[in-house]
């Protein structure tokens, strides 16, 4: 996997607006990118244990740094304490791109793992309003 799906970025996009990243604010994207980390790793840890989820995490963030190289720090330990750094340093569209980026790679390799299905049904136990954005004729 070299780039997460459309599909998957599109989620992430719509996950990290829920959060309140408008798009304004890196502060405010890097805010929102933290509590989508919180609410992925509440529901998914009991299902992948805490270090398959930062596994997990971490394995994201190093797919995803080959297109954005300021994901270096959070391809490591620590790394979602990193990111809200790293996403402040960026103007307010490049860390909506880079943050969407990160969770739609996070959420391409969640549903490769547990499938297509329980990756919505777990976004949505988070996201009640989620859209499903898979594509038409596409299995749940």
């Known amino acids: 996997m070299s780039r997460p799906s459309a599909t998957q970025v599109e989620r992430a ?7 309140g990243a408008s798009g304004r604010s890196s502060t405010e994207c890097a ?3 933290w509590r989508v980390y919180e609410k992925l790793n ?6 992948l244990g ?6 997990l995490f971490v394995r994201s963030a190093k797919l995803a740094q080959t297109e954005f190289v300021s994901l270096v720090e959070v391809a490591g330990p620590e ?3 990193k990111l ?3 996403l402040q340093e960026l103007d307010p569209a490049d860390a909506t791109v880079v943050a969407a980026t990160l969770f739609g790679t996070f959420l391409d390799l ?6 297509e299905r329980l990756t919505v049904l777990v976004l949505r136990s988070a ?3 989620i859209e499903d954005t898979a594509p038409r004729g596409t299995k749940k």
Do not use: H, V
Not at 50 to 55: E, Y
């Open 79 to 81: 790394g979602m304490k």
């Open 50 to 55: 805490p270090a398959g989820f930062d596994a």
């Open 42 to 47: 509440a529901r998914l840890a009991p299902l």
């Open 84 to 86: 809200g750094a790293c």
């Open 13 to 19: 996009k719509q996950l990290l607006a829920n959060e």
């Open 110 to 115: 969640m549903t490769t793992f547990i499938g």
């Open 31 to 33: 805010a929102a990118a």
């Open 127 to 129: 996201w009640p309003t």
